[in-house]
């Protein structure tokens, strides 16, 4: 059993001068057997010391992190079981792709010659680089290294895969396409994964769950959809989801909700989630916004006007500016909705939006905690 389990850890750096840097706080997550979990946050949240404590190339200043039930804390990295893949390949120069992928069995294994053979040839299949087997790591293009690294990992047949970032040295196109492939040898080798990134569209397609990091606190492990759509907090609700979901202040009377530009009434349903709660956020993603020209014929429509168009090839991010009456200025509130490529909208239109209020978060205005 390859379970990973993060037990209450903490790191704090201290630095020369005193000075504590808490990088990661009390974090606890369960990673099953098999799944492939992805850590996700802005820079500097904690993801990759989590990932180098799991790994064993830095000390755990509180808390316990076990694999397969074993607690890992004092175990030196090559006693753990677990490959690691960076971000920035780190292939030996000198030695050939065979050798580098190699390397690692011949030295902390009493392997034969011939099984270790066979884990190369069989890994370097499974990575499509059979033919480079020969050539060192400057004759190949960043892709195949990236392919080298990954292999070398594989060969090890490890309890757990440790990914930094792996892909971000990719372009586009071949990011894309190795995300695949990743994501279909991880599944075939059903080995754990810890994969760090902060690319979004990685965090949503690869992963079986994510954790959302902040300021090196745990915001919330789940399935892509559960964050999306149920979010814990408005953090999570900001994070995930591109363009970011489109937050407004807003104060409760009676059964309204007052922001700077617009008055939005909720259902008697939404008034008991909101409680005694005066102050709220009101979050709304881009995509749950619709766009019409027909004017405004219901209570959650409202004038608006088109800012910017910023077109996307399947879809449009339509930049709005709340119709408050007079020439559109800097203090004009602006949200954006996405829609569909085929629909024509243009700058300075007025057109209506529709905010249904099933689409509609709500945050605790002081905690950010999700009440809707
Ligand atoms: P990025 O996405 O930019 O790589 P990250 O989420 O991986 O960031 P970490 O590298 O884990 O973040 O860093 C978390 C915090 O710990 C940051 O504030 C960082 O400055 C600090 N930190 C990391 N390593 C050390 C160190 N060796 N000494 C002191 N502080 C450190």
Redesign the pocket.
């Known amino acids: 059993m390859a379970e990973l389990t993060l037990d209450n850890v903490s790191k704090v750096?201290v630095?020369d001068d005193g000075n504590h840097?808490v990088?990661v706080d009390d974090v606890s997550v369960d990673i099953r057997d098999g799944e492939f979990l992805v850590l996700v946050?802005p820079?500097?949240?904690?993801?990759?010391?989590?990932l180098r404590m799991i790994a064993g190339l830095e000390t755990i200043t509180d808390g316990e992190i076990r694999l397969g039930g074993e607690v890992m804390n004092d175990k030196e990295p090559k006693e753990r079981d677990i490959a690691m893949v960076f971000q920035s390949y780190a292939l030996y120069p000198h030695m050939t792709v065979r050798e580098n992928m190699a390397f690692g069995l011949e030295e902390s294994t009493s392997m034969g010659d011939d099984e270790i053979d066979e884990r190369v040839s069989s890994a370097a299949e499974m990575m499509g680089i059979e033919e480079l087997l020969g050539r060192k790591p400057r004759e190949l293009s960043g892709g195949q290294q990236q392919r080298v690294a990954l292999g070398r990992a594989i060969v090890r047949d490890p309890a757990v895969f440790l990914m930094d970032e792996p892909l971000s040295n990719l372009d586009a196109k071949l990011r894309s396409k190795m995300r695949t492939e990743l994501q279909r040898i991880q599944e075939d080798l059903g080995v754990t994964t810890v994969y760090?990134t902060?690319d979004q569209t990685e965090a949503m397609t690869m992963s079986d769950r994510i954790a959302v990091?902040d300021d090196?606190r745990l915001q919330q492990a789940g399935t892509p959809l559960e964050c999306y759509h149920e979010p814990a907090n408005e953090f999570v609700a900001g994070f995930i989801g591109d363009p970011s979901m489109n937050f407004f202040d807003v104060e409760v009377q009676g059964n309204q909700l007052r922001a700077a530009d617009f008055t939005y009434p909720v259902s008697d349903e939404t008034l008991q989630e909101i409680g005694d709660r005066t102050t709220l956020e009101l979050g709304i993603r881009p995509e749950d916004v619709t766009l019409s020209t027909d004017g405004a014929t219901g209570e959650h429509d409202f004038e608006t006007v088109v800012d910017v168009v910023e077109p996307m090839g399947d879809e449009n991010n339509v930049y709005l500016t709340f119709d408050t009456g007079g020439e559109p200025d800097e203090d004009d509130e602006t949200f954006v909705v996405t829609v569909g490529g085929m629909q024509q909208v243009e700058a300075g239109q007025p057109v209506t939006a529709h905010i249904p209020e099933e689409a509609v978060h709500l945050f605790d205005a002081k905690s950010g905690e999700s009440v809707k």
């Open positions: 750096f630095e840097i990088a946050g820079s500097g949240c904690g993801k990759s010391t989590t760090v902060h990091l090196g």
